[in-house]
C-alpha cells in the first residue's frame, strides 16, 4: 500500500515556476498509475496530470497543458509548473495506483484514485 507525501508547495508571483514532489513508499513505482490533482476552496478535486510508469504515458488537463510536466525519478514524483496563474493557485495532492502493463496507461487521469497525500500549497498572486 502507497504512502504519499508531498513537497516544494509555496507561494509565487503570476509568470512564475515552482517544482513540487511526491515521496513515495511502501511500493516501488515500477507498474503504477500516477496522479497529480489540486483542489482550491469551494472547488471539486480536478486532476492536472498523470503518468503510468510502466511506459510513461502522460495525461494533462487542457487548464495546464504545455505549462506543467509530470515525471518521475525513483520513487518520487515531481510536477514541473512555469508560467504560473492566479487560477492555478490550490492544495496540490499525489495519488498512485498499482495497475497492469497489459491495460496500459491512457487510463490513469480517469482512476478512483483513494490515497491522495496530504497536500502541498501552491499559491499564485497576480
Known amino acids: 500500500h502507497l504512502q504519499l507525501v508531498e513537497s516544494g508547495g509555496g507561494s509565487v508571483q503570476a509568470g512564475g515556476s515552482l517544482r513540487i514532489s511526491c515521496a513515495a513508499a511502501?511500493?516501488?513505482?515500477?507498474?503504477?498509475?500516477m496522479a497529480w490533482s489540486r483542489q482550491a476552496p469551494g472547488k471539486e478535486r480536478e486532476v492536472v496530470a498523470s503518468?503510468?510508469?510502466?511506459?510513461?504515458d502522460t495525461y494533462y488537463a487542457d487548464s495546464v497543458k504545455g505549462r506543467f510536466t509530470i515525471s518521475r525519478a525513483g520513487n518520487t514524483l515531481y510536477l514541473q509548473m512555469n508560467f504560473l496563474k492566479p487560477e492555478d493557485t490550490a492544495m496540490y495532492s499525489c495519488?498512485?495506483?498499482?495497475?497492469?502493463?497489459?491495460?496500459?496507461?491512457?487510463?490513469?487521469?480517469?482512476?478512483?484514485?483513494?490515497?491522495w497525500g496530504q497536500g502541498t500549497q501552491v499559491t499564485v498572486s497576480s
Open positions: 495519488g498512485g495506483i498499482l495497475w497492469p502493463i497489459s491495460v496500459g496507461g491512457r487510463v490513469c487521469s480517469q482512476l478512483a484514485y483513494d490515497n
Open positions: 511502501g511500493d516501488t513505482l515500477n507498474r503504477h498509475c
Open positions: 503518468i503510468y510508469t510502466g511506459s510513461s
